[in-house]
């Protein structure tokens, strides 16, 4: 049976789309003679490009006693990278299979991201008096109690009998005439006070026009039906400078409700109209398919599309998927698009293996789809625009894939080299100092444990990166320039300096930019 589309699942699929579009305004909006840290070759790092990675960067890669020797040890390893992202274009690294599949899904990230900017993001406009209005909201607190039900006609009965008897004799009445509900502790139903950017939305429309001590009708907040009451609203004056000091943060708050609000207008008025409808026997060649795939082969790099195409005949589900490329996967206002020219799209991240296990695998699937599907639809509209071309997006993509084509060098680098227990000894007698956590009593580890023996091991192998970095020196000059390093400005955590911010692309598992491997911190245990 076909399949149709619905609205609800267009909203579903927003929050995946509003990806982070800070990675946006740092390739499309920097200016063309933006201040360079260090060039290696022909290629250069900008003050952006390090202060992106610097500041999403684990501590633990910023050795150094001041800020200042932080910042160069970070920037040496950036310059590393590039070093062997170079030496790994020299070997065709940037031709492997993963390298590809990962690049050509970028590229559709980036390519929405511009499709975005130019159709919603650009047209988003905050005024000073919005933002004053929204910092006098911030100011007003509420504390309130609230009982669930499990049911709307339950839910509507007790709010009626608290309108009647009252709140808390309504509550001693449910709980003394079933014993289940004793189990709940009215205390603990009681916010503590609260602002707006607090609680959910539909709690804050419930109580924000609440009379106090009067009782809301049922609000369905998860599988729950929920009744407020508001037991007390602070208000507090706003101060001039008050509003000079928080006035930029709340335009960001502003800006990014309106960017929510108007990118599922987006994607609803580009979905509707196309009336989209999924192939039942197309999604039950692919659900089986997927599973075998998961448990078959190497999902982390693997690149589901191509190990269809060259499955054996033994893994019967994805033979059989490969097979009927040319059936149709969907159908749309104006054609449809088969299982071949659909998998391209397809995003296999969207679907944890774990879930292969579960009794939701074909609901989970089924969204899924349909994410896929809208991505579909949303790169064709890029793409009708020629925004792979971007400037964005080319520079998105050659940061990511010179991070990937460094994994590759590095990887190739390293996987001959020799590990003997002469290697593991001496390293462990440097730096057994590692593993001490109480001077009295020494070291907790041993040479022999695990943790010792892989610290050991990507010791020795950055060591040989390190030495290769040396040698490509004087292939590929590097320059840096000290007095712009100095004037950076970067964020750091006074009372932990391990701390650390990362913020990921919404919907995926990549990072905003890219930053240093973690391997670099055993440089020098």
């Given amino acids: 049976m076909d399949k149709k589309i619905s609205n609800i699942v267009i909203f579903k699929t927003i929050k995946s789309l509003l990806f982070v579009t800070a990675i946006f305004v740092l390739y499309g909006c920097a200016k063309k003679e933006e201040p360079v840290v260090a060039t290696i070759g022909e290629e250069s790092i900008t003050v952006s490009d390090f202060v992106m990675s610097y500041e999403n960067a684990s501590g633990h890669l910023k050795p150094g006693a001041t800020i200042d020797t932080k910042k160069r040890s970070y920037l040496d390893f950036m310059i590393n990278e590039k070093l062997l992202a170079k030496k790994g274009y020299q070997l065709g690294l940037d031709k492997s299979t993963w390298i590809l599949a990962e690049t050509e899904e970028l590229r559709q990230e980036l390519m929405v991201d511009a499709l975005l900017e130019a159709d919603v993001r650009s047209k988003i406009k905050v005024t000073p008096d919005e933002i004053k209005a929204e910092i006098n909201k911030s100011k007003v607190t509420f504390k309130f109690r609230y009982w669930p039900e499990n049911n709307l006609e339950n839910a509507q009965k007790v709010a009626q009998r608290m309108r009647e008897v009252g709140y808390a004799e309504t509550v001693d009445e449910l709980q003394n005439n079933n014993p289940?509900?004793?189990?709940?502790?009215?205390?603990?139903?009681?916010?503590?006070?609260?602002?707006?950017?607090?609680?959910?939305?539909?709690?804050?429309?419930?109580?924000?026009?609440?009379?106090?001590?009067?009782?809301?009708?049922?609000?369905?907040?998860?599988?729950?039906?929920?009744?407020?009451?508001?037991?007390?609203?602070?208000?507090?004056?706003?101060?001039?400078?008050?509003?000079?000091?928080?006035?930029?943060?709340?335009?960001?708050?502003?800006?990014?409700?309106?960017?929510?609000?108007?990118?599922?207008?987006y994607v609803v008025d580009m979905m509707t109209p196309l009336e989209v409808k999924t192939k039942a026997e197309a999604f039950n060649l692919l659900a089986p398919a997927l599973v075998e795939w998961e448990k078959n082969f190497d999902i982390k790099r693997g690149v589901f599309l191509l190990d269809v195409k060259n499955a054996a005949?033994?893994?019967?589900?994805?033979?059989?998927?490969?097979?009927?490329?040319?059936?149709?996967?969907?159908?749309?206002?104006?054609?449809?698009?088969?299982?071949?020219?659909?998998?391209?799209?397809?995003?296999?991240?969207?679907?944890?293996?774990?879930?292969?296990?579960?009794?939701?695998?074909?609901?989970?699937?089924?969204?899924?789809?349909?994410?896929?599907?809208?991505?579909?639809?949303?790169?064709?509209?890029?793409?009708?625009?020629?925004?792979?071309?971007?400037?964005?997006?080319?520079?998105?993509?050659?940061?990511?894939?010179?991070?990937?084509?460094?994994?590759?060098?590095?990887?190739?680098?390293?996987?001959?080299?020799?590990?003997?227990?002469?290697?593991?000894?001496?390293?462990?007698?440097?730096?057994?100092?590692?593993?001490?956590?109480?001077?009295?009593?020494?070291?907790?580890?041993?040479?022999?444990?695990?943790?010792?023996?892989?610290?050991?091991?990507?010791?020795?192998?950055?060591?040989?990166?390190?030495?290769?970095?040396?040698?490509?020196?004087?292939?590929?000059?590097?320059?840096?320039?000290?007095?712009?390093?100095?004037?950076?400005?970067?964020?750091?955590?006074?009372?932990?300096?391990?701390?650390?911010?990362?913020?990921?692309?919404?919907?995926?598992?990549?990072?905003?930019?890219?930053?240093?491997?973690?391997?670099?911190?055993?440089?020098?245990?």
């Fill in 180 to 265: 289940e509900r004793r189990r709940i502790d009215p205390n603990l139903l009681i916010s503590d006070y609260v602002d707006y950017q607090q609680i959910s939305p539909e709690i804050l429309q419930a109580i924000e026009n609440l009379p106090f001590g009067e009782i809301s009708d049922p609000v369905k907040i998860s599988d729950n039906y929920l009744i407020f009451q508001v037991l007390d609203i602070r208000r507090s004056a706003v101060t001039t400078n008050e509003y000079k000091s928080q006035a930029s943060r709340f335009e960001q708050i502003i800006f990014y409700r309106k960017y929510g609000e108007m990118v599922k207008k």
């Fill in 313 to 525: 005949d033994k893994f019967t589900a994805m033979a059989k998927l490969r097979d009927n490329f040319d059936a149709e996967f969907f159908t749309w206002r104006d054609g449809s698009v088969s299982i071949g020219e659909f998998l391209p799209y397809f995003k296999t991240r969207y679907v944890n293996p774990e879930t292969a296990k579960s009794d939701d695998y074909r609901t989970i699937l089924d969204y899924a789809i349909q994410l896929s599907i809208r991505d579909y639809f949303s790169v064709q509209r890029a793409k009708d625009r020629d925004l792979a071309d971007a400037p964005n997006v080319q520079k998105g993509l050659k940061t990511w894939q010179d991070k990937w084509v460094f994994e590759a060098s590095a990887s190739h680098i390293t996987k001959k080299m020799p590990f003997t227990d002469n290697d593991l000894i001496d390293f462990y007698t440097n730096f057994n100092d590692k593993y001490v956590v109480n001077k009295e009593k020494g070291p907790v580890l041993d040479y022999d444990a695990p943790q010792v023996k892989n610290d050991a091991m990507i010791h020795k192998k950055i060591q040989l990166l390190q030495q290769t970095c040396d040698s490509l020196r004087n292939v590929f000059p590097v320059n840096i320039n000290q007095d712009v390093l100095d004037t950076i400005k970067v964020v750091q955590f006074k009372n932990n300096p391990w701390a650390t911010t990362r913020f990921y692309r919404a919907g995926t598992n990549r990072p905003i930019f890219p930053t240093v491997s973690e391997n670099w911190k055993l440089a020098n245990p």
